[in-house]
């Protein structure tokens, strides 16, 4: 260990000491010091294989073994993860935590991934708020007076850190930023984790966007290090793994194995793997993305090998999400709820354990669904879906079926991209547009799907192809029609103004970039106070 200089960068404001003590620090550089390099290894790994064609992409002949091995289950579920048949996600935003513990939910998943915009004071309130909610203390009050406070019957708590790719440049070892997946992780634990064992529950988390098992590999190293440095029983960390990503598609078996002591399934992450296909095919072009369904036969077989896993191995298969959200309007409403049955009921049929919602109006709707199929049963691991036979062709079975985009679709994705952005660089990660949740996930498709229409020259059914220069038109008569209308304070123009920017600059790169959130929490996000409001020598944790 060097005599690295530690150094917190952050602004500092009330109670972010509680969150930030010598020790939670001390804990989070240990993992750092201790699992950062292999993460930038792994990082380095993914971007060697973006060089493979993804249509060369196969199930790995060296865990061949792994996956013929009928023999081995991942750990039984923890007795408050048995049964999740509705699961409601968010930001761990004070307002929004109480509401989530108060939905009625069976999990609620704290997200600092695709719902939360990295800012420094969203992530430390957020570690606030967990505590806060684990201690009794979570309260809040609202301009217009209305009280928020916690019900006695709290959902069991599921914590989403960041993914391997992101830093967090808040917190320093030696120059050097840490992992945003170890700090949001590491905080929680440390603040939080014992507090949950001691409440009959556990430190429980999603793992979002992994690429391979190597990945899953390093976390489970991550939680034997941890729960040894804090004193906590091998295996009382439990994880579901996100299959968000195609690498991981061929991976799922693998995936389970590597955390099989530490294992709470795996989650169809649709939205992320829409995106992750899009930027591994960029040769395949697809229509608008409400058009590309979850019975698209590439959809349809990732999520029926994800069942079929995971009940051969004991472990729970959890649904998506239906990014519908409900809407004043009487009308729109009742629609949403319909879409979302629908799109519950299809999951629960397929095997589905339990499902995703992204606001807590939907709760009643997934439960009457799952409740109708399961009766009284906890889930339905028992159904092995034998029946189920997926090959490496079926998982990449998509086909070019756009021949031309219309403007309405053109629009939208300009629309859609400019708007998040701008929402995400003013903090908040999820945003209601149009009637449907837009966070990380789907706005990367957005995004995504407009970089490669252009680059591929794709026609507009007026006749003429997709261009940067006609999307910049369109991003410009965007923030006409905003500024025309009185949207646009001055506040807001700035992050429109940085919005338009990024995009613009994410379009026009030559490969699809791998992700926005890296370049626009690099470019906005990251910058520290012009002092380091800590410096620390190194401490032992
Ligand atoms: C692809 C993926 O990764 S999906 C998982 C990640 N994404 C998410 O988790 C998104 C979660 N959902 C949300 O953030 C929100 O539902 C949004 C932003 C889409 C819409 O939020 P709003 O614009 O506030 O919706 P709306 O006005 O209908 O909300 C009504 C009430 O429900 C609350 N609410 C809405 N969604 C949630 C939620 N997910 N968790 C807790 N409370 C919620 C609001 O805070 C509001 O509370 P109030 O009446 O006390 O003021
Ligand atoms: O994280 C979920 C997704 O759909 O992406
Ligand atoms: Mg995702």
């Excluded at 990732?302 to 079929?308: A, C, F, I, P, R």
């Excluded at 629908?342 to 009643?364: C, I, M, N, T």
Aim: proline share 5%; charged share 25%.
């Amino acid at each position: 260990m060097g005599a690295e200089e530690i150094t917190i960068t952050g602004t500092t404001a009330d109670r972010y000491s509680e969150i930030l003590t010598p020790e939670a620090i001390a804990f989070v550089v240990a993992l750092d010091r201790e699992f950062g390099a292999r993460r930038v290894q792994l990082l380095e790994r993914r971007r060697r294989r973006r060089a493979t064609r993804t249509t060369d992409l196969d199930f790995l002949p060296s865990t061949q073994h792994v996956r013929d091995d009928a023999s081995w289950q991942v750990a039984a579920p923890a007795a408050d993860l048995l049964d999740r048949r509705v699961e409601i996600t968010g930001p761990p935003e004070r307002k929004m935590t109480i509401n989530a513990l108060n939905s009625g939910a069976k999990v609620w998943m704290a997200d600092f991934e695709d719902a939360t915009s990295p800012t420094w004071e969203n992530v430390i309130l957020g570690q606030v708020n967990l505590k806060d909610a684990l201690d009794g203390t979570l309260d809040w009050t609202a301009a217009d007076g209305r009280r928020y406070e916690v019900g006695d019957q709290m959902p069991t708590i599921m914590v989403r850190p960041r993914g391997w790719h992101l830093p967090e440049c808040h917190l320093r070892i030696g120059g050097r930023a840490v992992s945003a997946s170890l700090f949001d992780f590491g905080l929680y634990l440390f603040h939080c984790g014992q507090k949950q064992i001691d409440r009959g529950s556990g430190p429980y988390f999603y793992l979002p966007k992994l690429e391979s098992h190597l990945e899953a590999r390093l976390w489970n190293d991550v939680f034997v290090f941890a729960q040894e440095l804090l004193g906590i029983p091998r295996g009382t960390i439990r994880a579901t793994v996100l299959i968000e990503t195609i690498n991981a598609a061929f991976e799922m078996d693998e995936i389970l194995y590597e955390l099989r002591e530490h294992s709470a399934g795996l989650n169809a992450g649709r939205w992320d793997y829409l995106f992750s296909m899009i930027k591994n095919r960029p040769d395949v072009v697809l229509p608008e993305r409400s058009q590309v369904t979850m019975t698209a036969p590439f959809m349809r077989a990732y999520t029926e090998l994800l069942v079929k896993t995971c009940h051969r191995r004991g472990a729970h298969a959890i649904g998506g999400m239906a990014a519908v959200v409900p809407s004043r309007d009487p009308v729109a409403a009742k629609r949403a709820l319909n879409q979302v049955r629908q799109d519950k009921r299809r999951e629960v049929g397929d095997g589905f354990d339990g499902s995703w919602v992204a606001h807590p109006g939907l709760v009643e709707t997934c439960r009457e669904v799952f409740d109708q199929w399961l009766g009284d049963e906890p889930h339905q691991i028992v159904r092995k879906r034998d029946d189920v036979r997926v090959t490496a062709a079926d998982l990449l079975d998509v086909k070019a079926t756009a021949v031309s985009v219309s403007e309405v679709a053109l629009r939208n994705n300009v629309s859609v991209s400019l708007r998040y952005i701008a929402s995400w660089l003013g903090g908040r990660g999820a945003v209601a547009l149009g009637g449907l949740m837009e966070d990380a996930a789907t706005a990367e498709i957005c995004r995504a799907q407009l970089w490669q229409w252009i680059s591929s020259g794709t026609p507009t059914d007026y006749g003429v192809p997709v261009t940067a220069a006609l999307v910049t038109r369109m991003l410009r008569e965007e923030l006409t029609v905003l500024s025309e209308t009185g949207a646009l304070d001055e506040e807001a123009a700035r992050l429109f103004g940085q919005a338009r920017t990024l995009l613009t600059v994410l379009l026009t790169e030559r490969t699809c970039p791998e992700f926005l959130t890296l370049p626009a929490y690099l470019r906005h996000l990251s910058a520290g106070s012009a002092s380091p409001v800590i410096t620390q020598a190194p401490v032992a944790a």
